[in-house]
């Protein structure tokens, strides 16, 4: 932690010890999949997000529901950088992890700085617990830990002390154990904690001795803090100097569902969402099914294909069709999109990626879908891709995705990753008044002297939205293919290379509704750091991090992945070496040494986690240091190894 | 009935008003054409509004049906009609939906969507038809072949037993199942009525001749001289007699139906049909039935009242409404927690 020393400003925190004001700080906590460690890392997000910091969090949990207790894969982790500057990343390093048992220890140390704060519950370095983190010694008495600030808490024996007149049996009051943590946290960095008691009397508002009990030991939890002489100081980081306005907490997944109800506000139609529950997309169904007052209708179909099926019967009906899933899910829908994109319907697809191929790491974050997006179907079939680069992006890249979709009568592919889904940062509210309607009009009358012609388009390639229930316009659509303008069936062999080569050119010339790419820097320099999706705020802040050393990189994030924006090409060519760090071995790249013939390297990580800043500006160093193989910059020996191995293997 | 208020006046459209310009392409001597024109008389019988009409099927010689109808239609993809005609009634509770399926497409393919179709009752009608081979393939065994069928892919022999598409119907919780077959015309013609006045999701299989790659595959029960022996008719209320002079009729002994001579049983023993008994389990035993150890019913075999899918889905959401109002989105946005800046 960089210390920002006696700071006047820093307003006081409750508490007896000195206070170090902190620019910002990163913290950590993790223990046992069934500990709460998720729900205490949201409480310290909302808190900080309220007392007026910026926040990144990155939630990291495993597949297992409830692993088995005390192992290594049992290991669920929240982290959260608060900051009082702009931050774009849930940070790279921790400076304080608070670790519920040794296998969290285990799993979590190497990502805290070293003389960073460790707080142990040294009730659970037991020796069955020691033995099942694979632990051959206990680390609290070796070596382990040397370098660190370690604090040591009796967690379990505190929680069931302050809870033990509550009437609470014993299990239940073990369960309170994280709120222990986080109300020592709390006081650590001097954090109010009335957020956390309001929301425990809401959550349990119909158990008021579980609210009572949780209650007791988050309390217990600041005061040991505050009593016990374990801290030398306590830390602030005072508020972040974000642009005014009214600001909220807001994921990838919560903003993606609010805009597609907003969507609908905008265009005046019913949304519909069909999805089959999937991870990490099945919040966004959870999320729907809980605002059926503003019409929204969700329908949680029998498989995949049932759920992009049904949507495409909703777009022919007239209504907004919507369907949300995650890669396998997307392997699935294909064969269905594909006949979207033949009968001209508007459709949405949601991919939240995860790490593949087929299960994959269903909680782990990842970005190998772009391919499969844009070209994973039979035939020539062209569909609009567009990507979220942050959480609070998600709410407009969705409302984009529906306005293109009616717009041109195609279906658009939303892209989310697992790190944006259940990642959350501050969100200026937007005033819903003053976001642009989606206009949408249904044909009623013929438009040609011989009767109504189904594929007679407008000057865009857009053929009209014509929908049942209307009369006179009684036309037939399918997956063959159609003469164009009058949509019968039809062989012809010049007809089908047009309507191929018609449909392409619908979506290469579409205009974008919102920006195309996002620009950080200079439009010429040395590096240009291409990116897309969630891999925006570290890219940014590395960027950002670089030329303040004097380097000359900008960045540029991809929110339009089809079609690639249009000055793209010559913005390429304005930089001396273009970096496209990746959660996967290459596919934009792929696209832009084939598209724009660009020497472009890849950085390329498929851990199954996000990017740090470091590592971006690891990647920027590599390639103005000539550290370069054949397609990737070489930063680390394994992925130099692969990387010459793929080329050799090409040659 | 689902069929909504007509934009025309009643009986004004002949049965030739509800046909394409399109050429019908399939082969001379289908049984498909038969049940186009029986779809045909049923909806000018009953003034259905063209505008309001949609047709839609899967992939397959019967699935070209949608084209041939003047109405609005989408021929979609292998197996995959349930979902849209779902999808689309979700959206569009106020049309008149209609799906045309075959074996293939409805049991093979799409085998998952037809039972997930069948137990949500949206309010559709479905007509499947049940050649018992892949034509548009050029004659493969489908999931209805019998044991022992001879195909191009089966040369030595089917080793699978087939699917009863109205027993598996009836298992998934299907409100209505009949069946009729290709050339019995007034039959089928007062099935697919029947199945356009009931309310929810209506299944009419219909038994239909395939003269290219299964021809006769029902001439065991289409052929005049044995018809009467081995297709029983079914009335609700009323005994299953069959046979010349209706002299046989159908027992049950257990749950195992038995044909008896009616003149040697009494009244009392016979089996009397009753397609409206809330438990499936006759309906059942009747779509088990075959030939040769029983005569095949024909008829409404189960037809009965129940919520419809998209009434119950909409309800929720007004019952939200009413409950909580109508939804405010800029408060939606903000949510419970915000803080201020500046």
């Not at chain 1, 040395?526 to 303040?548: P, S």
């Not at chain 2, 995959?80 to 106020?94: C, E, S, Y």
Request: charged content about 20%.
């Amino acid at each position: 932690m960089k210390a920002i020393t006696d700071d006047p400003a820093a307003p006081p925190a409750g508490g007896r010890k000195p206070i170090q004001a902190l620019p910002s700080a990163t913290i950590r906590f993790a223990g046992d999949s069934g500990d709460g460690m998720q729900l205490a890392g949201t409480q310290f997000t909302d808190t900080s997000a309220i007392v007026g910091n910026d926040i990144s969090t990155l939630p990291d949990f495993p597949a297992e529901i409830r692993a088995p207790a005390g192992t290594l894969a049992g290991v669920s982790g929240f982290q959260i950088q608060f900051s009082s500057t702009d931050i774009f990343t849930p940070g790279d390093d921790v400076d304080a992890l608070i670790a519920m048992n040794p296998a969290a220890l285990k799993t979590n140390l190497k990502a805290v700085k070293k003389s960073g704060i460790v707080i142990l519950n040294e009730d659970a370095f037991t020796a069955t617990d020691l033995k099942k983190a694979g632990y051959e010694n206990n680390p609290l008495d070796d070596s382990t830990l040397t370098g660190y600030r370690v604090i040591r808490v009796p967690i379990n024996k505190l929680t069931s002390a302050a809870a033990k007149d509550t009437g609470l049996g014993v299990k239940d009051i073990d369960r309170c154990k994280n709120m222990f943590a986080l109300g020592l946290t709390y006081w650590l960095f001097g954090r109010p904690l009335d957020t956390t008691i309001q929301h425990i009397k809401d959550k349990f508002a119909k158990k008021p001795i579980v609210a009572d009990a949780n209650t007791l030991v988050l309390k217990a939890g600041y005061h040991y803090g505050e009593t016990a002489e374990l801290f030398s100081e306590q830390y602030d980081v005072p508020k972040a100097k974000l642009p005014a306005g009214t600001y909220r907490k807001i994921t990838g997944n919560e903003a993606t569902a609010l805009g597609m109800i907003t969507a609908g506000h905008l265009a005046g139609k019913e949304v519909v969402y069909c999805s089959y529950p999937i991870t990490p997309a099945s919040d966004i169904l959870h999320a729907l099914s809980a605002q059926k007052h503003f019409g929204v209708i969700t329908f949680q179909a029998e498989d995949e294909i049932a759920a992009v099926g049904a949507a495409i019967g909703v777009s022919f009906g007239g209504s907004l069709g919507v369907t949300g899933t995650s890669g396998p899910g997307m392997a699935l829908k294909s064969e269905a999109i594909g006949l979207a994109v033949m009968t001209e319907l508007p459709l949405v697809i949601i991919d939240v990626q995860r790490g593949g191929p087929s299960t994959g790491l269903p909680t782990k974050t990842e970005q190998a879908d772009l391919l499969q997006s844009i070209y994973g179907r039979n035939g020539e079939c062209p569909v609009a891709v567009i990507a979220a680069a942050t959480p609070s992006d998600c709410f407009n890249a969705i409302i984009e995705a529906f306005t293109i979709a009616t717009q041109y009568m195609t279906p658009v592919i939303f892209l989310s990753d697992g790190y944006l889904a259940n990642g959350a940062e501050p969100w200026l509210i937007p005033d819903i008044k003053k976001l642009p309607k989606i206009e949408i009009k249904h044909p009623t009358e013929k438009n040609d002297a011989k009767g109504f012609m189904p594929y007679k388009r407008d000057s865009r390639r857009v053929r009209p939205w014509s929908i049942p229930g209307t009369p006179g316009l009684e036309h037939r659509i399918g997956g063959i293919e159609k003469q164009d303008v009058t949509g019968a069936v039809s062989y012809d062999p010049a007809n089908h290379e047009h309507m191929v080569r018609t449909r392409a050119a619908k979506i290469a010339n579409l205009t974008p509704v919102g920006p195309d790419l996002l620009w950080t820097g200079p439009e010429k320099g040395d590096v240009l750091v291409l990116g897309w999706g969630g891999t925006y705020g570290a890219i940014k802040a590395a960027t950002l991090d670089l030329r303040k050393q004097g380097v000359q990189v900008s960045a540029c994030h991809l929110r339009y992945l089809n079609p690639l924006p249009k000055r793209l090409g010559s913005l390429l060519k304005e930089f001396k070496h273009v970096l496209i760090p990746e959660l996967n071995l290459g596919q934009l790249r792929t696209l832009i040494r084939n598209r724009y013939l660009v020497d472009a390297k890849g950085f390329n990580k498929v851990k199954g986690q996000p990017f740090t800043i470091h590592e971006i500006i690891d990647g920027v160093r590599a390639i103005l240091e000539g550290r370069v193989g054949p397609y990737e910059v070489n930063v680390s020996t394994s992925s130099t190894a692969y990387d010459m191995e793929v080329a050799a293997a090409g040659e | 009935m689902s069929i909504a208020p007509s934009s025309q006046p009643l009986n004004v459209l002949k049965p030739a008003d509800y046909g394409t310009d399109q050429d019908v392409r399939w082969c001379p001597g289908c049984g498909d054409y038969s049940i186009l024109a029986q779809m045909k008389k049923v909806c000018a019988k009953l003034g259905m509004d063209r505008a309001n009409t949609v047709f839609i099927s899967g992939i397959g010689c019967s699935s070209r049906f949608p084209y041939y109808m003047n109405t609005y239609g989408f021929h979609s993809i292998h197996g995959r009609a349930p979902t849209l005609v779902t999808g689309l009634k979700l959206a569009r509770p106020d049309l008149n939906v209609w799906m045309v399926t075959g074996d293939g497409d409805a049991l093979s393919i799409g085998g998952n969507h037809f039972i997930h179709l069948m137990r949500r009752n949206a309010d559709v009608k479905v007509l499947l038809f049940n050649n018992r081979i892949y034509g548009l393939t050029k004659g493969q065994y489908s999931p209805t072949s019998e044991h022992g069928k001879k195909t191009k892919s089966t040369p030595m022999g089917s080793p699978e037993q087939p699917i009863r598409p109205a027993t598996l119907a009836l298992a998934a919780g299907a409100t209505f199942v009949a069946r009729s077959m290709d050339v019995d015309v007034k039959h089928l013609e007062y099935v697919l009525e029947r199945a356009a006045k009931h309310r929810g999701t209506a299944l009419v299989e219909i038994y239909q001749n395939c003269n290219i790659f299964n021809d006769g595959a029902y001439e065991h029960l289409t052929d005049k001289l044995v018809k009467n022996d081995r297709v029983v008719y079914l009335e609700s209320g009323k005994p299953m007699v069959f046979g010349k002079d209706s002299a046989k009729a159908i027992r049950l002994n257990g749950f195992v139906p038995e044909v008896v001579d009616r003149a040697a049983c009494k009244a009392d023993d016979l089996l009397i049909h009753d397609e409206k008994l809330t438990d499936p389990t006759l309906g059942s035993i009747l779509s088990r039935m075959s030939y040769p150890e029983f005569p095949e019913p024909m008829g409404v075999l189960r037809a009965i009242e129940q919520p419809i899918y998209e009434d119950l889905v909409r309800r929720q959401n007004r019952d939200a409404i009413t409950a909580r109002g109508a939804g405010d989105i800029q408060a939606l946005i903000t949510g419970d927690e915000t803080w201020t800046v500046g």
